[in-house]
Each structure stands twice: as C-alpha cells, then as structure tokens.
C-alpha cells in the first residue's frame, strides 16, 4: 500500500471520500436529467396522436414507468454514497442538458425526442462509468452498464421504428 493509500479518507463504503462526493454530485445531475426524460415522456404519453396512437401510448407509459424506477435508484444511491439527493424542478431545470418537449403529439417527433434524451442521458452515464470505474465503486459502476445496457436497447428499438441506423 503506497502512502497516499494510506492517508486518503475512505468512507464506510470503503471509498475515498473526496471522489465519491464528486460521484454523488454527478448522479444528482443524471437524476436531474431522469426527471425531465420522465416528464417528457408523461408528455408524449398524455399528447399522442395519430393512426399508431395504439401502438405508442403503451409503449411510452411503460418507458415512464422504467425511468421513474430509475429515479428512485439513482437518489438511493445518491443516499448510499452520503449525498443528499436534488429534489426540486429548479435544481432539475438547472442542471438539464435534455431537450424538453413541449405539446409533442406527432409520433415521429415523440420517438426522436426519446433518442434524443437517451444520446444525452448515456453521455452523462458514461461519465459516471468512467469515473466510478477508477475508484472501483462497484454499486454505482453496476448500475450505469445496466442503466446504459438497457438504452442502448432502447436506442435502437426507436431507431429502428424510424427506419433509421444505429
């Protein structure tokens, strides 16, 4: 063990304290993120309209669905990790790099606006990936590849739909 080893504070966790704030700090941005992708997605569900309003109403409740489970990990861990997790819209409106969509009701620009928000969301995970990667923070690390697993799928079901390429 080197001597910065041995001076470094770790938390109960195991883990250094000074990086894990800097994690916590950058869920609570994902968080922020989550919560605007999820009230997106409550918009399109609600505003929908047109010949495949069967097909995408369901499909959009049960992706809000899946990132208000999401929100919930992501504040747990902020939790786990010593922070307090963001709760307020000022705090998510601030920290937002999400497109918001506003009375969305074409299918096409419903489905480009979840691709959207996933391109942004997976670029915040993988920051997150990175950087939990090097303090080997293995609870938060497994979260983000399950997080960004998951929409990459996502990713290309919607691309797919709009007859585009990954």
Known sequence: MD?????EATNALGLPVKETGVIAAEL??????FQVYYQNLRGIHWNIKGKRFFDLHPKFEELYNDAQVKIDE???RVLTL???PLHTFEDY????????????SK????VQLIISSLTDLLKIERVILE???KIEDEGTNSMMSDFITEQEKTMWMMKAWCDEEI
Do not use: F, H, P, Q
């Not at 609570?28 to 993120?33: D, M, P, Q």
């Not at 409106?93 to 969305?104: A, Q, Y």
């Open 131 to 133: 950087e939990t990667d």
């Open 93 to 104: 409106l601030s920290n937002n790099r999400l497109e918001i969509g506003k009375d969305v």
């Open 82 to 84: 010593g922070g307090t």
């Open 28 to 33: 609570n941005i994902l968080l922020s993120n």
């Open 3 to 7: 001597t910065k080893e041995k001076t």
């Open 74 to 76: 992501i504040a747990e």
């Open 107 to 110: 299918d096409e620009d419903a």
